[in-house]
């Protein structure tokens, strides 16, 4: 029971490469979220997808791009890496938008930008 | 908009003492509340969540945590702490997305 599934786990780029996380999660859910943790300020929501072919701006969606690619997968790209996107990206999901429906979480993935 | 304080960053408590953890909340409406708890390089994981009905809500690993409408807040707590739970814990209130607070981390000690 795999749930929500993050690649990779660990990533260093150099400013001004780019790369996609991936995110896959295998609870049939229509909802997907991709949120940053920073120290000291919790996790903040860069974009989601509420169901299949739709996406939406979250709360700091700038610098970067997603794709729902089909009901099981969520991918953000950075385009041209800053070291400001030095982060812990999370993905989430849940079985549908609604504040009662829980958000499960995928194991992160730690990014670095020198 | 919906936002949510954790009052304290960092919480250091000794292992069988009992731990509380602030949480306040900003909402218009009936909020839905969650705690959920990350132990270092791990993901998030669900202690309890509020939706209606009664103000004491149980979850898991020995964690509750009351909802009190006139204080805006939803304290978590548990009455005897291991070492185990030394962590980073987040409230979160949710309408279409989850607004987290900044965290608080807990220390144990023997």
């Known amino acids: 029971n795999a749930g929500v599934t993050q690649t990779p786990k660990f990533q260093v780029l150099k400013t001004g490469q780019s790369m996609t996380l991936q995110c896959a999660q295998d609870m049939n859910h229509n909802s997907m979220y991709w949120y940053r943790q920073d120290p000291g300020m919790g996790l903040r929501l860069i974009y989601y997808?509420?169901?299949?072919?739709?996406?939406d701006k979250g709360e700091v969606p700038n610098g970067y791009n997603v794709s729902r690619l089909n009901k099981r997968e969520f991918s953000l790209r950075l385009e041209s890496a800053a070291p400001s996107q030095t982060s812990v990206y999370f993905c989430a999901s849940r079985s549908r938008q609604g504040a009662k429906n829980i958000q499960y979480f995928g194991a992160g993935t730690r990014l670095s930008v020198l | 908009a919906q936002s949510v304080t954790q009052p304290d960053i960092h919480i250091t408590v000794s292992e069988g003492a009992s731990l509380e953890l602030r949480c306040n909340y900003s909402?218009?409406?009936?909020?839905?509340l969650f705690w959920y708890v990350q132990s270092p390089g791990q993901g998030l994981q669900l202690l309890l969540k509020y939706f209606s009905g009664d103000t004491l809500v149980q979850g898991i690993k020995g964690f509750e945590a009351e909802f009190k409408r006139s204080q805006s807040s939803f304290n978590l707590r548990k009455p005897s702490v291991h070492w185990s739970d030394a962590a980073e814990y987040f409230c979160?209130?949710?309408?279409?997305?989850?607004?987290f607070g900044a965290g608080t981390t807990v220390t144990v000690r023997a």
């Open positions: 909402y218009g409406a009936t909020p839905y």
């Open positions: 997808s509420a169901s299949e072919g739709t996406t």
């Open positions: 979160a209130v949710d309408d279409y997305k989850l607004s």
